[in-house]
T-cell receptor, first 113, second 112 residues
Framework: DAGVIQSPRHEVTEMGQEVTLRCKPI?????LFWYRQTMMRGLELLIY????????DSGMPEDRFSAKMPNASFSTLKIQPSEPRDSAVYFC???????????FGPGTRLTVT | GENVEQHPSTLSVQEGDSAVIKCTYS??????FPWYKQELGKRPQLIID?????GEKKDQRIAVTLNKTAKHFSLHITETQPEDSAVYFC???????????FGAGTRLFVKA
């Protein structure tokens, strides 16, 4: 298996633009997580899905952030409109089920100017 | 709400010495405690985990201990090597929940 796949790996955009981050979890994994990592705030859980259903989105910072998982093999995290303070590394992770190891993707480094 | 505190935030040791990182958790229902290592510019990766029915687990130079009564768990690295330099995250997850709560991380420097 190729592991968790994320795209793009790097994204540079201007303030106000829409940004869409993509994730393909490991095949057969039922849980998917979106994290944001910054020096100041560390690793923050934004939202997680189980069997494609959002379970907890309490970590989503604002209404500008939205996430979808239309099927078991694809998820998106969208920021609209983007702001400079959204600059961070965004990780997607998946796990087989409850209580199992999370496998992280390579991350997307987002820079909003 | 659930919380995981991790100490120290930075740890510097001499090659060959031991390193200990400590975490406490607030949710008494937590029963799964993974540790992740994140090298500079890379993704977090699981290095060891422990479940609540076990007090200690060891894998070569790495060991984790769990004290459920005190809600403490610790990572021990013996005979540290420069390649152990990274950020280490502890985490806790409770039964019936999918949410894993991460600690703030410990930046470990191993000086050659």
């Amino acid at each position: 298996d190729a592991g968790v796949i994320q795209s793009p790996r790097h994204e540079v955009t201007e303030m106000g633009q829409e940004v869409t981050l993509r994730c393909k979890p490991i095949s057969g994994h039922n849980s998917l997580f979106w994290y944001r990592q910054t020096m100041m705030r560390g690793l923050e859980l934004l939202i997680y899905f189980n069997n494609n259903v959002p379970i907890d989105d309490s970590g989503m910072p604002e209404d500008r952030f939205s996430a979808k998982m239309p099927n078991a093999s694809f998820s998106t995290l969208k920021i609209q409109p983007s702001e400079p303070r959204d600059s961070a590394v965004y990780f997607c992770a998946s796990s087989l089920a409850e209580g199992y190891e999370q496998y992280f993707g390579p991350g997307t480094r987002l820079t909003v100017t | 709400g659930e919380n995981v505190e991790q100490h120290p935030s930075t740890l510097s040791v001499q090659e060959g010495d031991s390193a200990v990182i400590k975490c406490t958790y607030s949710d008494s229902a937590s029963n799964y405690f993974p540790w992740y290592k994140q090298e500079l510019g890379k993704r977090p990766q699981l290095i060891i985990d422990i479940r609540s029915n076990v007090g200690e687990k060891k894998d070569q130079r790495i060991a984790v201990t769990l004290n459920k009564t005190a809600k403490h768990f610790s990572l021990h690295i013996t005979e540290t090597q420069p390649e152990d330099s990274a950020v280490y995250f502890c985490a806790a997850k409770s039964t019936g929940g999918f949410k894993t709560i991460f600690g703030a991380g410990t930046r470990l420097f191993v000086k050659a």
